[in-house]
């Protein structure tokens, strides 16, 4: 038989109980241990910079984020490993077009569906890439450029860092739009190999993403950047236009990086990481830094704009990948 006093004591502790966190009943608080951040390329590249730039960032919120390069299949290993993990918020992804549509699209058995298998959590950055072109080279602007080629049919070739690389599909839609399919494409196993022989003049031109690295060569006068493919004027370029304003309706190209989870990761989890990240990404000296290196910090990192940009991405750019017929495996 309950007495007053026992039912009294009873409704204070389920008082209490409701304004107690539930990790106080045994409920693990996240994050307890530290987070792995795969990123879907070898150390050194314009990702890994992104990647762990975030990662020193989320000492002081998550706690130790540490990295593990993954490099394999353009980005393919790495993806297939966290939409394989557990959903638990200690292991991410840091996805890039690669990993959530260039292979994906051109591979006849990707080991994961990127719009299924992986949550958005943030885009971190977008970066452009820019039409390069050896100095020598009579042209001054684009529009210059593609007269160029077209009073020089089959004469230039120009650099891409890979079949399904987004230097490669960029330089595919410039050479559509532009009119001058016998452009050749010279393949390479990176942005740096490409840029070196177009200073060296083996090639004219690349189409590569733009890099704190390309800016110094353009400024020096070793390559000639004659526009960019973004949207809007660079913040660490504004002098170079885009391609759009050069002339070429439709030629936007750009990458990303941004944060992704295994698909089933609780939202709230999502949500932490994502309310992290936008702190972060509003600190004006990382902000400096990836602007500095040629990105331009992604504004708003909410799961809902993520998912939004990559949907939009995929819906631009998959009917060029289908229009070339790049198959990939």
Known sequence: MLTRRRVFGLGAASLIADFLPQSAFGQSKYPERSIKLVIPFAPGGITDTVGR????????????????????????????????AQPDGYTLLLGTVATHLHIPSASGAAPYNAATDLAPISILVTSSLAVAINPGLPAQTLTELIAY???????????????????HLAGELFKSLAGTADIVTAPYKGAGPALSDVISGHIAMTVSNVTGHMLDLHRSGKIRMLAVTSPARLSAAPDIPTAVESGLPGMIAQSFAGLFAPAGTPKSIVEQISAATRVAMADDELRQKLIASGFEP????????????????IGRLTPLIKAIGLKLG
């Not at 504004?299 to 991405?313: M, N």
């Open 53 to 84: 730039l975030w990662a020193d960032k989320m000492k002081s919120s998550l706690g130790q984020v540490y990295i593990e390069n993954q490099a394999g299949a353009g980005g393919l290993v790495g993806g297939a490993t966290v939409a394989r």
């Open 149 to 167: 080629a077209k009073a020089n049919p089959g004469k230039l070739s120009c650099g891409s860092t890979g079949a399904g690389s987004m230097s």
């Open 298 to 313: 992604y504004s708003d990192s909410s799961p809902e704009s993520a998912g939004r940009f990559v949907e939009e991405e």
